[in-house]
Nanobody
Framework: VQLVESGGGLVQPGGSLRLSCAASGFTFRRYAMGWARQVPGKAFEWVSGIYSDGRTYYADSVKGRCTISRDNAQNTVYLQMNSLKPADTAVYYC????????????????WGQGTQVTVSS
């Protein structure tokens, strides 16, 4: 399993970023995919998830500001983040979980290397 995130960077408060995660080494379309984030010294936090059938789920901290999507033909999952806040600054990771996951972090089987998102003026 290989998961490679991209799209992070430095953005001003109120700005937007689109994160991508390219997956390989497993049957992508059969698995749930999710995003989590971590600030150094703080706990890993689940952000969003999408089932194989396209149903989407969001943490309260990002609901209404983020949209997760997937392209099964390209084996890629995306996280569109809008109205970014300094509190969104973190390393963002994508992960794979069994379909129907409750989005507990212990459900996730593999994680990528992460992409840094910094929200600052």
């Amino acid at each position: 399993v290989q998961l490679v995130e991209s799209g992070g960077g430095l953005v001003q408060p109120g700005g937007s970023l689109r994160l991508s995660c390219a997956a390989s080494g497993f049957t992508f379309r059969r698995y749930a995919m999710g995003w989590a984030r971590q600030v150094p010294g703080k706990a890993f936090e689940w952000v969003s998830g999408i089932y194989s059938d396209g149903r989407t789920y969001y943490a309260d901290s990002v609901k209404g500001r983020c949209t997760i999507s997937r392209d099964n033909a390209q084996n890629t999952v995306y996280l569109q983040m809008n109205s970014l806040k300094p509190a969104d600054t973190a390393v963002y990771y994508c992960g794979t979980a069994p379909d129907g996951s409750s989005w507990s972090l212990t459900d996730f089987r593999s994680w990528g290397q992460g992409t840094q998102v910094t929200v600052s003026s």
